[in-house]
């Protein structure tokens, strides 16, 4: 009965009861983190990509997030959009025809999206790709033009309208990424010409004869132990690539220097590994070092650390750039320190120089890198094995430096721009940042929260850094959900909130704040009051009635009412002759309840017929906002119905049952908004004595 699950991918496909209990459920919507390890091709496909794919078929929504789209080979990114739409996507080579004529198109759109004039070269171009668009514009050179050409191109050509894919290059916020490398010598007990294993060449202290002598013999542990002190109190993250390998270092260092550290591995529960999480990012009482194994370098974010450790290196540079990205994400502050050290003439020392001087995989993204790495592996691999060939590492290099340069400089010329330019929201979405920053600055929420909590008996608690923590008191009043009853770390700045992964971030849509005004709102208690106003330009004793009535109406969620009728308060204020008062409310004193009872009682004849005068005034001004949001909604769905049968005509994209959905939308909706109606939900009585 839970509306939201939250699982790992692997415990739905080793528990085939629990699988198919969740393929009998009814979703709205599922979401698959780290999509990229949905691997696929036409003969096998993974158990993991089935058990999605089955889901998938039987769920309206379906969001795939991913940083590393390719890192599982193209076919599988072809597959995973197979997943959003199975029947636009139906076929590989067709999907890769397709993609080829991105060169062409991205060549075309380059003048458009440059602001540079289009020569009669390009304008012919253009015309060809797009003739019943560019029918459509005389002046080539106006911006208006432009904006409107590229925008038509956008739900005309490509996967827009399924896929959002954004550039580091085309966003700002990222920091500048250093590498610092530490060769250091060889001890004598890595020396051994007869290894034929490479999990042992690049990582020796995994050797089940060296388990308990590796800690005293490795250079790299001396080193890190040096370097915890020197750079003190700046907070460090570790990876290296075995659980094992971070336990016996965070023991380590607990024994020999008192440093305060915390492990983060595979064989740790979910609750283990958010608490060390949680104590690494203490600002005050916290671990100085997160030591992580493999596991770490994925899903989480610590970007208010400023050194990454990379303890050993791993063989692919998809999963180097995993690692790198736990701190180098928008929201760091500081450049990035990434500290190797490096055992000499080993397969570690081999990593760093093909990664740092084959693909400067280390102080730039590269995004070409797994492609590389798939031409040069048995190279790459050779060259493990045996490190002290320099002659087949400088022919590695080289190779890889040309096979970079080459994948880049076509991965840019024909990527589609358009995709770029749609998941960029560029000049559409500079509006909705004003208001999110505008937003974010205003005062309006700490202080209504303040008021909120306190009414329903939440203590809020300064806790620095803009955190507070709530608590409940024991005058609480009722059960708050989503309040942890040990209580919980929240801010309302979203910057707070990006650094301190652990701190609830509070804005007027987090249901923490929306069950809090349900609680206050749905409470009899505060329906109906009466009071004294002082209003010396009346006579003593003339009364007010005021009413609040709310305009609502019950629609599925699917329907999205509230995009064109929220409940809507309707305040109305009327005085002894039913006339419409503005009298100031707000200034009035509390009555006793007997003196309050005396007086309603007094007037409840009078009362009843305002009370319905209310009521007929409240319907007026209702059926006027009713107009309106009918208006918008006809105006808004019916428009993007036009602009989809349109489409369709050019864009196989479009499939007639989005078209469908809408028209079911718009009918259901225009139902839900002739049967709304208006209800009282607040009463008062002001007596003026002055």
């Known amino acids: 009965n839970d509306q939201l699950i939250l699982c790992g991918l692997n415990w739905l496909t080793s528990n085939p009861k629990r699988q198919q209990q969740i393929q009998e459920t009814s979703w709205d919507l599922l979401v698959v983190d780290e999509a990229h390890h949905l691997a696929w091709s036409a003969d096998e496909p993974s158990l993991e990509y089935q058990t999605i794919e089955k889901l998938a078929e039987a769920t309206p ?28 996507f139906y076929d590989y ?61 956008i739900d005309c050509h490509g996967t827009g309208r399924l896929l959002f894919r954004n550039r580091r290059a085309a966003i700002e916020g990222f920091p500048s990424r250093h590498l610092h490398a530490y060769p250091l010598p060889k001890p004598e007990l890595y020396e051994n010409d007869e290894i034929t294993s490479l999990t042992e060449a690049l990582y020796p202290e995994r050797q089940p004869a060296l388990a308990d002598v590796w800690l005293d013999a490795d250079p790299r542990v001396k080193w890190l132990l040096n370097l915890l002190p020197d750079i003190k109190p700046e907070k460090v993250l570790l990876i290296c690539a075995s659980a094992a390998t971070a ?17 983060f591995h595979e064989g740790m529960s979910i609750v283990e590994r958010d608490k060390a999480a949680h104590y690494f990012a203490d600002p005050e009482d916290g671990a100085q070092i997160l030591l992580c194994s493999e596991i770490g370098s994925e899903g989480r974010n610590f970007q208010f650390a400023h050194h990454l450790v990379l303890f050993d290196l791993p063989l692919t540079p998809d999963l180097l750039e995993q690692r790198i990205g736990r701190l180098d994400r928008i929201g760091q502050t500081q450049d990035i320190q990434i500290h190797v050290p490096v055992i000499e003439e080993s397969a570690q020392s081999v990593l760093l120089k093909w990664y740092h001087e084959g693909l400067n995989a280390f ?105 507070f923590i709530l608590r409940p008191s024991e005058s609480m009043i009722g059960h708050l959900p989503g309040l942890d009853p040990e209580g919980m770390t ?10 301190l992964e652990n701190v609830h971030f509070l804005t007027w849509d987090h249901p923490l704040i929306h069950h809090a005004m349900e609680m206050v709102m749905t409470d009899i208690y505060g329906k ?10 009346q006579p003593k004793g003339a009364y007010y009635l005021e009413t609040l009535f709310v305009l609502s109406a019950k629609a599925p969620a699917a329907l999205q009412l509230e995009r064109f009728l929220p409940p809507t308060p309707i305040r109305l204020c009327l005085d002894a002759k039913s006339q419409a008062s503005d009298l100031d409310t707000t200034a009035h004193r509390p009555l006793g309840r007997k003196v309050a009872t005396q007086l309603v009682q007094a007037l409840t004849p009078q009362l009843q017929q305002h009370l319905q005068h209310a009521r007929e005034l409240a319907h007026k001004q209702a059926n006027h906002v009713l107009g309106e949001a009918m208006n918008a909604m006809q105006t808004t769905l019916g428009g993007e119905v036009q602009r989809l049968k ?42 003026n004595n002055p």
């Open 646 to 687: 349109d489409l369709q005509q050019q864009n196989p994209a479009i499939r007639d049952s989005e078209i469908e959905f809408i028209e079911i939308q718009m009918a259901a909706l225009t139902k839900v908004l002739q049967e709304s109606d208006v209800q009282l939900d607040a009463v008062r009585v002001l007596v």
């Open 363 to 467: 102080e730039q993204t590269c995004p070409t890198g797994g492609k590389v790495f798939d031409t040069v592996e048995e190279t790459l691999v050779m060259n493990c094995l045996t490190p002290f060939d320099t002659e087949l590492q400088q022919e590695l290099i080289e190779q890889s430096q040309q096979l970079n340069a080459e994948l880049k400089a076509k991965l840019d010329a024909g990527r589609d721009k358009l995709l770029e330019l749609n998941a960029a929201g560029v000049g559409r979405v500079d509006t909705l940042l004003e208001q999110i920053v505008a937003q974010d600055s205003a005062s309006e929420l700490p202080k209504f929260a303040g008021r909120l909590f306190d009414a329903i008996g939440i203590v809020q608690e300064e806790k620095g850094q803009d955190c």
């Open 490 to 499: 929240v801010t309302y700045r979203r910057r707070t909130a990006t650094t």
């Open 93 to 153: 080579p067709a999907f890769l025809k397709e993609e080829s004529q991105y060169t062409q198109l991205a060549e075309a759109v380059a003048p458009l999206i440059e602001g540079d004039e289009l020569s009669a070269e390009q304008t012919a171009q253009l015309t060809a790709l797009a003739p019943e668009i560019m029918a459509q514009f005389d002046d080539l050179n106006s911006t208006e033009n432009r904006d409107a050409i590229l925008h038509q191109l």
């Open 247 to 263: 336990q016996q270092l965070a023991e380590l260092i607990r024994v020999r220097t008192g440093i305060r550290q915390a492990v």
């Open 528 to 537: 109906s009051s009466v009071g004294f106003v002082a209003d010396t330009s």
């Open 61 to 88: 929504g379906v969001l795939l997030l991913t940083a590393t789209p390719d890192q599982l080979g193209h076919e599988s990114h072809f597959a995973r959009l197979r997943l959003l739409d199975p029947a636009r």
